[in-house]
């Protein structure tokens, strides 16, 4: 009778627990999974490619790579006289443009604190998020201008060239 007792004990306890966490979640009008949209390779090339081109219209040879939504490399391109130094640089803006979703141009006074200090991240212009319609689908950076700015700028450029594609998904 005792071993009878405790386990429906168990199964009270454990069906309202059940029950408080589900009521909690309806509550909360939170969604149990999310979507994330990622670019398309054909996209992230043609930004890669908008940046390149940029950068060339200005005589200069650059590496520049694409970031998913994650983080992940998805496009790396170096131009032929572009250093190799220049696709561990770009992959650094445009992974730190995603993770603070923001241009790296406006991170460079941070860098000078712990943030400057963490590998992986470079607090120097020439990373830019990839953003549409209000979502941030990825990032590019940029590495090999003789500025950060020249970087920037470019990165910017091939942002802007899928810029339109995305706008009305």
Do not use: H, W
Not at 12 to 23: F, K, M, P, R
Not at 62 to 80: E, K, S, Y
Not at 118 to 131: D, F
């Amino acid at each position: 009778m005792k071993a009878i007792k405790q386990a429906v004990r168990t199964t009270v306890a454990g069906t309202a627990l059940a029950l408080a966490s589900t009521a909690a979640l309806a509550a909360s009008d939170q969604p149990a999974t999310i979507s994330v949209e990622r670019l398309s390779m054909e996209m992230a090339l043609k930004a890669a490619q908008g940046a390149v081109e940029a950068c060339r219209a200005e005589g200069i040879q650059i590496g520049v790579t694409v970031v998913d939504r994650g983080g992940n490399p998805q496009v790396v391109l170096r131009d032929v006289l572009a250093p190799d130094l220049t696709l561990r640089i770009s992959k650094m803006k445009a992974y730190t443009a995603l993770s603070f979703n923001t241009a790296t141009s406006t991170l460079e006074e941070r860098g000078q604190g712990a943030l400057g200090n963490v590998p992986g991240l470079m607090m120097g212009a020439g990373g830019v998020t990839i953003e549409a319609g209000g979502k941030i689908y990825g990032a590019i950076g940029v590495s090999g201008a003789p500025s950060g700015d020249t970087d920037e700028m470019c990165a910017s450029k091939g942002a802007e060239a899928v810029a339109m594609d995305l706008e009305f998904l």
